[in-house]
């Protein structure tokens, strides 16, 4: 049975300002709940067993010491040891700023001095997006708005597609990863933004396909299974046509879909110039064929000897005790 133990707070009896101001909003709610319950072991006895904490906030162990690694990656505290039995050593940090998703410290609110602030189309682009998330924006992602029209030079119009397209992501870290992929493919207009939405769209769906006919969830599909896709896809130059026979032969021999088991195939096709369904198969008639055309030795040890002519009638009508003349 695991036990939490904590270290860091000595008198405090409430949560920090900034967890309620900054991190509350965006906060999954076991998590919140089991971070209070941590600051309630804190102030009192400094430990207590896992089990009571999951049982306090009405969650599982294994989700008290998930949130605990969620909020040591938000900076809030610090995980010093952990162990396979479920033992855990924290240390809240106190006095430190706490980490946004990026990484990166919580800035101070931004001040009303700010020109694009006073801007009345900016504060129009704000209550749209707000209105896309359906939630106020934070600070870290308001200033991220702000380097977008200025670093990024995306119009409005690209802005709200960019956040439209990162639904339930609003992460700065996340957003920031696509709008400079959009940079790094020339998107300057909505036109240009609607087309990349497409591709990727499109990219996914066939992500969604191939794993539905493997026989695999599609969302658990990780960053190297897409990165591997999109080599069989863009370097190999294979359609989905292709990935889903390739997936086949490799069901029909190990009897479940393997990702590197498939590479393996897709590999020795594209070397073997093979580019579509048709030439896989025509490539397979042409294997057996040869294989046909070998026909091969019998070496049993009858054969070794040299084989004698028998007259059969004759040798018959010998065990029979017949003469020719009885005929």
Known sequence: MGKVII???????????????????????????????????????????????AKICGVTEIDVISA?????????????????????????????????ETGGRIQPPIQDSSEHLNDSSFQELVGALEMVMG???????????????????????????????????????????????????????????????????????????????????????SEPQQEQMNRWLDDYGFDLSVLKH??????????????NYIEGILKRWRNDGITSVADAIKKDKVAKGARKGVQPKDITSFNNYEQRNYDYDSLEKSLLGWRDDDE
């Open 7 to 53: 270290t860091g707070v000595q008198s405090m009896t409430w949560i920090p300002s900034y967890i309620i101001e900054e991190l509350l909003r965006d906060s999954p709610g076991d998590e919140f709940k089991i971070l209070t319950a941590l600051y309630h072991v804190a102030q009192k006895t400094g430990s207590l067993e896992t089990t009571a904490i």
């Open 68 to 100: 605990c690694e969620y909020w040591d990656g938000r900076g809030v505290l610090t995980i010093l040891t952990m162990d396979s039995a479920g033992n855990l050593e924290l240390a809240f940090n106190p006095n430190a700023a706490p980490l946004d």
């Open 135 to 221: 939630k106020p924006i934070s600070p870290t992602l308001l200033r991220f708005v702000m380097e977008l029209k200025d670093d990024y030079h995306f119009d409005d119009e690209v802005i709200m597609l960019l956040f439209s397209s990162c639904t339930g992501k609003e992460t700065v870290n996340y957003m920031e990863k696509v709008a400079m992929s959009w940079r790094k493919q020339y998107v300057q207009t909505a036109e240009d933004a609607h087309s990349l939405i497409r591709r990727f769209e499109d990219r996914w769906q066939t992500y969604r396909d191939l794993f539905k006919y493997m026989g695999m969830d599609p969302s658990t599909i």
């Open 246 to 259: 390739a997936a086949q032969r490799c069901i029909n021999q190990l009897g479940k879909a393997d990702m």
